[in-house]
């Protein structure tokens, strides 16, 4: 045995004996203590492992050989997460990692003498011990994960419950690592967490969502029936039989008193049925929609104003046939008796009547109003996932409209209250919307239509004769010398519709929208017609001698389809104005001009309905809608 051996086999079992009487050294005590020191196996170093080189010793006596000692694993250590979000590890002074590792030290295999007094080894010799840190190879090392296999990381993260709340764990901790709670989708990840696809940033909002619009409508009525209720000649002296009226001549339709535009109003208001349990979503909602046009009246008329006279003047010849009815102006069979309504209305070919008592109409007027109201319930589906606090107020109608427009790209919940747009859960901002409805309306059409004629009776050579008017005064409702006939319709449709409302996201205030639905409806149809006098007078059948007035009604099938289309622009997180282009078309309903009967022949001619007339009404909507 060399000396070097001697001595090392020595001093090891000095140190031994020195442990368990706890008299050792205080060097020795420090490096077997503090760093549990031991040498580690000899290996092969991997490619790219650094290893310092090994220090050269001088000449020192010759020792035995140390015994060798077992190699034992190294316990895994888990390790608390930094503040920082970054694994730190405490450090000796020279940089090697310090693991403490149960050890037992073997009995020398013989007595040993006390060592001879000597000096501590002097630190120098030591110095290059720093050889545990290239010398441990890395893969044996514990391996250190940021993720975890039983109890979570995430106690301070915002509200961990998982989709089964509507919450992924989306809060970014500074002292944890952000991590999909139980029951997500995916595992844990570094700043963003995969999340299911209904699961969002925004917690559950109330329960209930409120919301609603006012709206001032501008439209008008297109394809109005039409039918010609007069002609003036300008010069009859210059006429011949039979005679034909031109286009050139003055004719009065009922097209002249068409509808202008007219004002209205609209009110719509509703809530949602609650939230999603997943992400704050709120599909379903139910709305009132109530709007009306004000009821417009508009005429026109064809006069003779100068008085009449012998000598050639303008003449008015009515166009409807009144055939089949009879007048009797005081109703007394005294000085007037029933005479054929035509004669009244001037309806016969355009040539001077030489009899006594000739009739001369001085004035036509064609007049009509028009009314149409609306209610409808509405129910909606909106796409999901949709943010509850970002929802816009008005695209489909009310709840349609800019979602998340307050903060489309913000991060983290924003203004609005909803998650933020820069892609919750994994997902790009969402800027196209569709969403459905389905619902019940209630359309009333009502249209009246009048045609009145005043009437001068003149002798032979066409002057008024006493007491009767000389021009054009109006038409007084109390005179048996005009005559009024009226035509009021009423339709009433009750259906069921369905539709759907898209929006797109033009900014962050912004917004597209086009809204249409279409449904089939049944429609109660009432139509009320009489032919009368504003005096003491009488209008009859001929056959059955019956005043001239029937009310019929219809039940038949209509169609009506909706569209709109605007834009909208959201002042604040709860209110937006909007603009729309709104068109409705509607189809089976009885219009008052087409009700006019080819015949009075008699009065069931009267009880048939025209119910094959369609409408179309369009112009502009401006509102301001609330969610609340």
Not at 106 to 127: F, G, K, R
Not at 199 to 212: I, K, T
Not at 533 to 538: A, D, E, F, P, Y
Request: one cysteine or more; aromatic letters at 10%.
């Amino acid at each position: 045995m060399t000396l070097l051996a001697l001595t090392t086999r020595r001093l090891a079992a000095a140190a031994a004996l020195a442990v368990a009487g706890g008299s050792v050294t205080p060097a020795l005590a420090q490096f077997v203590t503090a760093n549990n020191y031991q040498a580690a196996p000899a290996q092969t170093a991997p490619q790219g492992v650094y290893r310092p080189a090994q220090p050269v010793y001088g000449a020192q006596p010759s020792y035995a050989a140390p015994p060798a000692y077992a190699q034992q694993s190294y316990g895994q250590q888990s390790y608390g997460q930094p503040a920082s979000g970054q694994p730190g590890y405490s450090q000796p002074g020279y940089g090697a990692p310090q693991y403490r590792v149960a050890q037992t030290l073997p009995e020398p295999v013989e007595p040993i003498a006390a060592p001879e007094s000597n000096p501590s080894p002097q630190p120098t010799l030591y110095a290059p011990v720093p050889l545990s840190g290239p010398v441990q190879h890395y893969e044996q090392a514990p391996q250190m994960t940021y993720g975890h296999e039983g109890q979570p990381m995430h106690a301070s993260a915002y509200g961990q419950q998982g989709c089964a709340t509507g919450d992924c764990n989306q809060g970014v901790s500074w002292d944890t690592y952000t991590q999909a709670g139980p029951g997500c989708d995916g595992g844990a990840a570094y700043g963003a967490a995969p999340c299911a696809p209904a699961c969002n940033l925004a917690p559950a909002r109330p329960r209930r969502q409120w919301f609603a619009g006012v709206y001032g409508l501008y439209m008008e009525r297109d394809n109005p029936g039409k039918a010609a209720t007069a002609v003036t000649i300008q010069d009859e002296s210059s006429i011949t039989t039979p005679y034909y009226p031109p286009t050139t001549e003055n004719f009065l339709f009922t097209t002249a008193a068409d509808i202008d535009p007219q004002w209205g109003g609209e009110i719509r208001f509703g809530s949602t049925f609650g939230n999603d349990p997943c992400g704050g979503c709120q599909p379903f909602a139910w709305e009132i929609g109530y709007w009306a046009l004000n009821d417009d009246e508009s005429q026109a008329t064809t006069l003779i104003t100068s008085p009449l006279s012998p000598a050639a003047d303008p003449r008015i010849y009515g166009m409807i046939d009144y055939s089949g009815l009879e007048y009797d102006r005081d109703s007394a069979g005294g000085a007037w008796s029933y005479r054929p309504m035509n004669d009244y209305v001037d309806h016969q070919m355009p040539v001077e009547n030489a009899a006594p008592n000739d009739i001369r109409v001085v004035g036509v007027r064609v007049r009509q109003n028009f009314q149409v109201q609306n209610l409808e319930l509405n129910f909606w589906r909106f796409g999901c996932p949709v943010e509850v606090g970002g929802l816009g107020v008005g695209g489909g109608r009310l709840m349609g409209g800019a979602a998340n427009a307050c903060g489309v790209s913000g991060c983290g919940p924003d203004a609005c209250g909803g998650g933020s747009g820069c892609a919750p859960c994994g997902r790009p901002p969402r800027r196209f919307f569709i969403n459905g409805v389905a619902g019940v309306r209630y359309l009333r059409i009502d249209e009246d239509w009048q045609n009145a004629v005043q009437f001068s009776t003149v002798d032979g050579t066409g002057t008024p004769i006493a007491g009767e008017p000389t021009a054009y005064t109006g038409f007084p409702i109390d005179d048996d010398n005009v005559l009024f006939h009226d035509i009021e319709t009423q339709n009433q449709l009750v259906g069921f519709q369905l539709g759907c409302s898209m929006n797109w996201l033009v900014g962050c205030k912004w917004n597209l929208f086009a809204d249409s639905n279409f449904g089939v409806y049944g429609n109660d149809i009432d139509v009320y017609q009489r032919v009368y006098s504003g005096g003491g007078g009488t209008v009859r059948f001929v056959g059955d001698a019956t005043n001239a007035a029937i009310r019929a009604s219809r039940q038949d099938v209509s169609f009506l389809g909706e569209l709109r289309a605007g834009v909208g622009y959201q002042v604040s997180c709860n209110c937006r104005l909007t603009a729309a282009y709104r068109l409705i078309g509607i189809s089976g309903v009885a219009l008052a001009v087409e009700q006019i009967p080819a015949s009075f022949a008699n009065s069931e001619l009267l009880t048939h309905i025209d119910s094959n007339d369609s409408l179309v009404l369009h112009g502009l909507q401006t509102g301001v809608e609330w969610k609340y």
